[in-house]
């Protein structure tokens, strides 16, 4: 009976330590690499990569390709380029788009469309294979996020309707806005202080509201009155020569600024 009553208790603890090593080894079990996979960083998990980018891409027979491209969120594009010269030529076009397996690359619905990376605030126009560019002008192929753009500079005002303004004010300062990450606006008039807000949208549409300036009197208001009179106007940018411009509704030109520095 004692040596029945032995090989219960040897059994039980074979059975007990056999439990508890099979639990450590299921703990310890290497993960399935397609879960390692999934869990990664990559661009379309890790970035705000929906927005509208902007760039001039090299072109065999042009001055350049001006190329602008808004990607959203639900997997729509729009892309709008124009071939610069004496006779500047624009095309659009949209469709759907999927990201590649590795969540870097956006691959068009149109076929014959390069596809393009996605990175911090940029996307990289790929050749047909999917490669980076490479040579003196891979940096050209780079476009970049337009809201970045605006923010972060001081835009003096230039020209109204592409004609160079003249300041009269005897005391008032450079007119010029400035954009701020928070979707607000600051920026003085050539005599008052304004403030507000702005909007963008897709295919760099721009809208500002909220205006409001001091009520300082100057010797010549013509230039802060058309200077309000452009901004509750606007409904678009664009970037040309390193210049903002903006356009109005019917996409004529209202106003035109240039960074300060």
Same mark, same amino acid.
């Given at each position: 009976?004692?040596?029945?009553?032995?090989?219960?208790?040897?059994?039980?603890?074979?059975?007990?330590?056999?439990?508890?090593?099979?639990?450590? $080894?299921?703990?310890?079990?290497?993960?399935?690499?397609?879960?390692?996979?999934? $869990?990664?960083?990559?661009?379309?998990?890790?970035?705000?990569?929906?927005?509208?980018? /902007?760039?001039?891409?090299?072109?065999?027979?042009?001055?350049?390709?001006?190329?602008?491209?808004?990607?959203?969120?639900?997997?729509?594009?729009?892309?709008?380029?124009?071939?610069?010269?004496?006779?500047?030529?624009?095309?659009?076009?949209?469709?759907? #788009?999927?990201?590649?397996?590795?969540?870097?690359?956006?691959? *068009?619905?149109?076929?014959?469309?390069?596809?393009?990376?996605?990175? /911090?605030?940029?996307?990289?126009?790929?050749?047909?294979?999917?490669?980076?560019?490479?040579?003196? *002008?891979?940096?050209?192929?780079?476009?970049?996020?337009?809201?970045?753009?605006?923010?972060?500079?001081?835009?003096?005002?230039?020209? #109204?309707?592409?004609?160079?303004?003249?300041?009269?004010?005897?005391?008032?300062?450079?007119?010029?806005? /400035?954009?701020?990450?928070?979707?607000?606006?600051?920026?003085?008039?050539?005599?008052?202080?304004?403030?507000?807000?702005?909007?963008?949208?897709?295919?760099?549409?721009? $809208? #500002?509201?909220?205006?409001?300036?001091?009520?300082?009197?100057?010797?010549?208001?013509?230039?802060?009155?058309?200077?309000?009179?452009?901004?509750?106007?606007?409904?678009?940018?664009?970037?040309?020569?390193?210049?903002?411009?903006?356009?109005?509704?019917?996409?004529?030109?209202?106003?035109?600024?240039?960074?300060?520095?």
């Amino acid at each position: 009976m004692k040596s029945t009553l032995i090989n219960s208790l040897g059994l039980t603890l074979l059975l007990v330590v056999w439990s508890c090593n099979s639990g450590t $080894k299921k703990e310890t079990q290497p993960m399935d690499p397609s879960q390692m996979e999934a $869990k990664a960083d990559n661009s379309q998990n890790s970035l705000d990569w929906a927005g509208t980018y /902007e760039g001039v891409v090299p072109c065999a027979s042009c001055e350049g390709i001006k190329t602008v491209v808004t990607i959203n969120d639900d997997n729509t594009y729009l892309v709008k380029e124009t071939y610069l010269g004496n006779e500047p030529t624009s095309f659009e076009s949209k469709g759907t #788009f999927k990201w590649d397996d590795q969540g870097q690359k956006l691959l *068009l619905s149109d076929s014959d469309r390069h596809p393009y990376f996605v990175g /911090e605030n940029t996307l990289t126009l790929l050749d047909a294979d999917g490669n980076r560019p490479t040579g003196e *002008l891979k940096s050209a192929y780079v476009l970049k996020k337009v809201t970045d753009q605006l923010v972060g500079e001081k835009w003096h005002l230039v020209a #109204f309707r592409g004609d160079e303004i003249q300041l009269k004010e005897a005391k008032g300062g450079h007119p010029f806005v /400035e954009f701020n990450d928070d979707f607000t606006i600051h920026g003085n008039t050539g005599c008052n202080d304004l403030q507000g807000a702005y909007e963008v949208g897709d295919a760099l549409k721009l $809208k #500002f509201s909220k205006l409001i300036n001091t009520l300082k009197s100057c010797p010549e208001m013509e230039t802060e009155n058309e200077f309000i009179k452009t901004m509750n106007a606007t409904r678009s940018y664009a970037f040309e020569k390193r210049a903002l411009v903006m356009y109005d509704e019917n996409h004529q030109k209202l106003a035109t600024f240039k960074a300060a520095n």
